[in-house]
């Protein structure tokens, strides 16, 4: 089998087209949404917290946004197009062709991936002219970015094919997604925690990819970008593994 | 070859068996036909084929591959024309054709993609979104979707449900042409008149197991004779004629009116002798001949009282 395969590379594709033609609300929404929370906390905590020495808060806060843009908008590609394909019945076009469930996953996973780092891309653009920012390990940015929106993307096919309806979805999304990326440190360092709830912060996966993403931008972070990266590589390859396992038995899909 | 071989295949929901050991061979070229009530399980059966429901027990293989175990090739094989009329709305029609192509694995497929449009009567719509298409038109498309990839077996679910006579005869036209070129085409419909018209051999359903396998002379052989339906102006139909009558038309509240059945012509010569004896005026006649409505009727009512498989 061949990852780039016609059937893998049209799939990926569609799921490109798709986001594109409502680029609107799917990539400029994000963006303002990103830009009003840093207007809107970066003005008010401006000067009043330093998170890191010598890094004024709005800088702190620019790649925590990002990061936020890109998870949330990897998971939205695929867990929105999986339920609305379910739903208007139209999965059916992706269910009789002879594709495999590697080539379903990866197609959805990588077009989350793009459509996560096109809209992170956007926030880092616009954000970055209201803080100075270094890149002191630019190569942590990327992976953590890539894989994060990875994880993000495997997230939303398990959600896409888990959930029925929309509002089953959008619990998925308000009640765990949500709350794990603000409690993972976009705001804050958990070093500004009390001691429970730094612990309770080191359970939580999203805390890895934010941080290990912070430190390509700035040299440090909570803990080691290495720790962070073993945890976030086995975080992905247990949610590819339950994903692949899904599609495998047609869970949801095949009857 | 065999085209689709469906082994000993079983089915249920719930406690509920949609499918009770459905066994058929389908072979290659042919037009066959899959027939029966709502609820009979002809679109379980036709999932089964394509991949869409896995079976409890039995097997299904398409030119030989198992729908199950060798998927990818067995896919390759098929191309199905699903019952609900689903679309994507992001994509023209165009955009919506050549997506399915490359699914199947196949790029710069736009002769064929092409040819399949003019076919059905789809070229001036190749730019319209999908959103914007009539029923019908959108149910050209998903005819179309099922070609993209020249399947040799081509499955059909009630492929005419609530569209207009002209596209009957377009998709008609253009699945008996692929049938001549050898492709093997299993249809479902409830238009016996089309099954009629198109097959060459059916399988008739109910509750799912099949209660009928033949070709289509031999299903017509097993209705013998005729309809003589008779009008009479004035009297009434002969106590001797009685036996005869398979339908009572003045049930409907259609007058004097009867549906007579007869095994060979030359007993409309008697018939009439006997109503002319009987001082009755026969206003108007007409004699029918029996056709796959009667023997589903027959069947699925010999089904229904339990004489058994045929």
Redesign the interface.
């Known amino acids: 089998m061949s990852f780039v ?3 893998f ?3 990926f ?2 799921e490109m ?2 986001f594109w ?2 680029a609107t609300q799917t990539i400029a929404a994000p963006i303002l949404t990103a830009m009003l929370y840093l207007l809107i906390f970066g003005h008010v905590l401006e000067g009043r917290v330093e998170v890191y020495p010598g890094v004024s808060y709005t800088a702190f806060l620019v790649p925590g946004l990002v990061m936020m843009s890109v998870l949330q908008n990897a998971f939205a590609n695929s867990s929105s197009s999986l339920i609305q ?1 379910k739903i ?3 999965l ?9 469930h590697w080539e379903i996953l990866l197609a959805y996973v990588s077009a989350s991936v793009v459509r996560g780092l096109v809209v992170g891309a956007g926030v880092f653009a616009i954000t970055a002219w209201f803080a100075h920012l270094s890149f002191a390990a630019p190569l942590w940015i990327i992976v953590f970015a890539v894989l994060g929106a990875a994880i993000l993307g495997t997230l939303g096919v398990i959600a896409g094919i888990w959930a029925d309806k929309f509002d089953q979805l959008a619990a998925f999304q308000n009640f765990l997604i949500m709350p794990a990326t603000f409690l993972a440190g976009v705001f804050y360092s958990i070093h500004s925690l009390p001691g429970f709830w730094q612990a309770v912060s080191h359970f939580n996966p999203f805390f890895y990819m934010i941080d290990g993403f912070r430190h390509g931008f700035f040299g440090t972070s909570d803990i080691s970008p290495w720790t962070s990266l073993a945890i976030v590589s086995v975080f992905f390859a247990v949610l590819a593994a339950i994903a692949i396992n899904l599609l495998q038995r ?1 869970y949801k899909l ?2 | 070859m065999t085209a689709i071989q469906i082994n000993s295949v079983e089915k249920s ?1 719930k406690g509920f068996k949609a499918l009770k050991g459905v066994s058929l061979n389908i072979e290659q070229g042919e037009f066959f036909g899959l027939l029966g009530p709502n609820g009979a399980g002809k679109t379980t059966l036709i ?1 089964t084929i ?5 079976p409890d027990v039995g097997s299904v293989k398409i030119h030989g591959h198992d729908v199950v175990t060798d ?6 094989n ?1 191309g ?1 024309v ?1 019952q ?1 009329l ?6 023209t029609v165009r ?1 919506t054709l050549r ?9 710069n497929n736009d002769a064929w993609i092409d040819e399949v449009m003019h076919n059905l009567d789809l070229t001036n719509k190749a730019d319209v979104n999908m959103r914007a298409l009539s029923g019908g038109m959108k149910r050209r498309v998903l005819v179309a ?1 099922a070609l993209v ?1 020249k399947p040799p077996v081509i499955v059909l679910d009630e492929p005419t449900a609530g569209v207009d006579v002209e596209l009957r005869q377009t998709l008609w036209k253009f699945i008996s042409r692929l049938n001549r070129e050898g492709h093997t085409v299993v249809l479902t419909t409830h238009y016996l008149e089309e099954a009629e018209a198109m097959c060459q051999r059916v399988a008739m359903l109910k509750l799912g197991e099949v209660v009928a396998l033949d070709s289509m002379q031999g299903l017509l052989r097993r209705v013998s004779g005729s309809q003589l339906i008779v009008h009479l102006k004035e009297g009434t139909l002969p106590e001797g004629l009685r036996p005869l009558v398979s339908h009572d038309e003045n049930e409907n509240g259609k007058g004097n009116r009867y549906s007579l059945r007869i095994n060979a012509p030359g007993e409309v010569e008697a018939i009439l002798a006997r109503l002319r004896e009987s001082g009755a005026v026969v206003d108007e006649m007409q004699l029918q001949q029996a056709d796959l409505e009667d023997i589903f009727l027959q069947i699925m009512g010999d089904a229904k009282a339990g004489k058994g498989a045929l």
Do not use: C, M
């Open positions: 395969s016609v059937g590379r049209t799939l594709y569609k087209l798709r033609k409502v394909s208007t019945g139209n059916v076009f992706i269910l009789l062709p002879p594709l495999s047609g095949r009857h | 929901y999932s394509a991949g869409l429901i896995r998927f990818r090739n067995a896919r390759k098929l199905v699903p609900e689903v679309f994507d709305p992001f994509f955009e997506l399915q192509s490359g699914y199947f694995g196949i790029k979707q990839h």
